[in-house]
């Protein structure tokens, strides 16, 4: 909710400085709290990161006078408005809450499972992963902030373009000016996608002494980066993607494909964690379901915003 006013302005600034406070401050975070106080450390830190993210946010939006400033401005935004904005708004609710729910169920199995078969290093192994990933998957979420952004601005474009010209049969085409812009997106997410993944692959992989000094752990870690590196890789074409439905009002389709994706996939972690699987297993689940939405969104783009008009 608190991107909305940066969105309003088409201020990317604000939102990318958000994202970098808060990978800032949940790594250090992480380093700081992981080594003595564990699991209970590391919720901790992404709590705290959390928050900063939200001031930083909450800044910027006062700045823009976008929040009541006073008693009688608060009790005037609810109401009618406030279940309007609920009420359109519900696709998107659905669409992190099947997020939060497919994260949690990640964190669950992987305990689940390492405890079952006792491999403490593969559980800190992961927990350093799930703080990588808090790292580098807000780079992903800021391109589908700044599509949503520049996308119906450049929509208006192409419809005004459009008032001389022969009426186009209703649909979610996209026109020239819009098209580019959702391929410079894709563009972006490719190459943005690919630095995350190498960061994260890289780093645990290659330089596993930077996050623990236990042989055990760094041989989990090596197990088990690739799958993150993958999994941030697609998560920017998810992300861009993800942006152009939005800006593009369709948020039904992509509300419902979440709420499917998420049942599904929570469905694998609690197999997984009930077979008491290794925790790499854990991890390919994941990167399924980044797999799978991001095949899922590059299907509906490609057939209603890129598809190509036609003529009444």
Known sequence: MTRIPTQARRNVRAPLKAAGLSGAANLVGDGIL????GLAGAALATTAAQIVALIALLQDAAKGKFLPSTPR???????????QIFTKGAPVVAALSAKTAVLLSLSYAAASTATKRGDLAALAAHQILVGLYFVFAPVGDALS?????????????????EVDRPPQKRSKALGPKSRAVVKGAVFAALVLGGLDAVMAWGLPAGLPTLFSRDPAVHSALRRTAPYLGSALMVHGLSSATEGTMLANRDAGVLGGLYAFDAAVV??????????????????????????????????????????RRKTA
């Open 73 to 83: 401005q608060w009790a005037r935004s609810a109401g009618a408005p406030l279940r």
């Open 145 to 161: 902030q700044t599509v949503q952004t520049f996308l119906p601005r450049s929509i208006v474009a192409d419809q005004l373009d």
């Open 34 to 37: 992981v080594p003595t106080m």
């Open 266 to 307: 929570v469905a694998a972690f609690f197999a997984v964690a009930r077979a008491a699987g290794p925790v790499t297993s854990v991890w390919r689940v994941f990167l399924g379901y980044n797999l799978l939405r991001c095949s899922q969104f590059a299907l509906r783009v490609t057939s209603t915003a890129l598809r």
